[in-house]
DNA sequence: CCCCGACTAGCACACCGTACTAGTACGGCG
DNA sequence: CGCCGTACTAGTACGGTGTGCTAGTCGGGG
C-alpha cells in the first residue's frame, strides 16, 4: 500500500478488485464510487484518480472480467452451475469485441467488409462460413448440457442462432455511445438469455447465483495483497 | 385548480402536462422530481402526493403516452395471447429497419450518424434520448402484460433491456448477408425471447408463486422501503 | 361548530458522480 | 546536500438525484 513504490499495485488494484467482488456478489449491485472505495480501502479521490470517470472504472473492469474471466473453455468446469458455464462461454465470443473505442473500430471492419460493399455471392459465402463456425460452436456448447440433462435434447440450432442474436445486439451497443453503465445490463442479459435457453431461473429470480462463478475470478484479482 | 374542488384536476394534471411537454421538447431530457414540479408550477411533495414514487410517475405518462398516440397497439389485442402480442409489438420495432438493402441502408445510417464520428457528449446525449424512447416503449408493453399477470411485477428494465439487445441483433443480422431463410430464424428467436421474459414457452411451465417481495432491489439504492 | 381527510409546500436526508485542494512519498537534477 | 516535479492519496465541497416527514391550508360532513 505504500505510496509509490516500484509497484503501483495498491490503490488500482484494490479498487478493480473491490469492484470485481461486489458485481461477484450481486451482479445487480451498484457499483458507485464511495461504496468501491470504501470496499477497496481507499478513498474516492484515490479512485478518481485512477479512474477519472465511472465509465473508465466499468470500462476497467468490463476488460478485466474478459480478459482472464477464463483461459479455457469453462464449458466442462464443474466448478460451475450450467448457465454459469454457458454465460462465460459467451463472454469469450463477446471478448474480442473490446469496449469503448475498441468497440466501434471492430465494428467499422465488420461494416466495411460486409454492410458496404456490393453483396456478392463471394462475400454472402464468407460470412456464412463465419456465422457457420460460431453457430457450430454455441450449438457444441449447447449439446454439452443438453448431454448433462441441463435441457431437452433436441435440435439445438434455434437455441443458438436465438444466443447469437444476443450476442451480436450485445456487441453493437457495445459500439453505441451508451451513457449507462454496459456492465451490469450486460450480465443480466447475458444471464436472461441463458435462462431463456436453459429454462432455468424464472423471470422474477435474481440472479445471484451467480457468486460462485464470478467469485472465481474476483478472488483472483483480489488476492494481491 | 382549487385544492379541493371535485375533481382534482389542479395538480395531477398539471403534473403530467408538464412531463409530457418536456418530454416532447427533448426526448433526452432528464424527468427528474425538481425539474418537473418546477415546470408544473407545483412543489416535489406535491408530486409526490400524487405520484408516490418516480416509477409511478413515469408508468403514468407512459401510458398516458402510448394511449394517445398508439391507439391501436396490438398490445390490447384481446384476441392474441401474451406472447403473440409481444411479439407483435417488437415487430412494431423491428419494421421500419426493413431487409436486404433497406436494412443495410439503415445500418449505415446509424452507423455514420453515432459510431464513426467522434464520440462527443451532443452525440452521446443524443443516442441516450433514443435509446430512453425505445427502453420506454418496450417497458410500456411489459408494464401492461404485467397489470394481466403474465410476469411479476418487479423492475421490468432488465427484460426490456433484454428485448431491445434482441432486437438490435436481429436488425444486425437482416442487414449482414445472409443466405438462409431469415423469418423463419427472426420468429424463432423473437417467440424465445418472449417466452424468456414472459416465463412461458418451458417444458415444465409451473405458474409458481412468483416471489413478488423479493427484494430484487439491493441494488437500488439499498433504501429498501 | 369543529374536525377530518384531501391536498400542498417545503425542508431534511441519504446517496450519487465529479471537481478541487492540500499533503505525502519518491526519483532526478543542479 | 537541497530543490523540484511527478505520482499518488485523502478529504472535502458542490450540484444533482429520489424519497420521507412535517406543518399548513382548504372544503365539506359529523
Not at 509509490?4 to 457499483?31: C, F, I, Q, Y
Request: glycine residues 6%.
Amino acid at each position: 500500500m505504500e505510496t509509490h513504490d516500484g509497484r503501483n499495485v495498491s490503490s488500482r488494484e484494490k479498487v478493480l478488485a473491490a469492484a470485481a467482488a461486489m458485481m461477484a456478489e450481486n451482479p445487480a449491485a451498484n457499483l458507485s464510487v464511495r461504496a468501491v472505495a470504501a470496499r477497496a480501502g481507499v478513498s474516492v479521490g484515490s479512485l478518481r484518480f485512477h479512474f477519472p470517470t465511472q465509465d473508465a472504472l466499468q470500462g476497467a473492469l468490463l476488460t478485466r472480467i474478459y480478459d482472464h474471466f477464463f483461459p479455457e473453455d469453462p464449458i466442462r468446469d464443474p466448478a460451475l452451475s450450467a448457465r454459469d458455464r454457458l454465460v462465460a462461454c459467451l463472454r469469450q465470443i463477446l471478448a474480442p469485441t473490446g469496449v469503448g473505442a475498441e468497440a466501434r473500430k471492430a465494428w467499422e471492419t465488420v461494416y466495411k467488409a460486409f454492410i458496404e460493399p456490393e453483396q456478392t455471392a463471394d462475400l454472402r459465402s464468407t460470412y456464412a462460413g463465419i456465422e457457420r463456425e460460431s453457430l457450430r460452436r454455441v450449438t457444441y456448447w449447447l449439446s454439452i448440457m443438453a448431454d448433462e440433462g441441463a435441457l431437452p435434447r433436441a435440435d439445438l440450432t434455434p437455441q443458438a442462432r436465438f444466443l447469437l442474436t444476443v450476442l451480436n445486439g450485445l456487441s453493437y451497443e457495445r459500439a453505441l455511445p451508451s451513457s449507462e453503465s454496459l456492465l451490469q445490463a450486460e450480465t443480466t442479459t447475458l444471464y436472461l438469455a441463458a435462462d431463456a435457453v436453459l429454462g432455468t431461473g424464472r423471470t422474477g429470480e435474481r440472479p445471484e447465483t451467480t457468486s460462485a462463478s464470478t467469485g472465481q475470478f474476483a478472488g483472483d484479482a483480489g488476492s494481491a495483497p
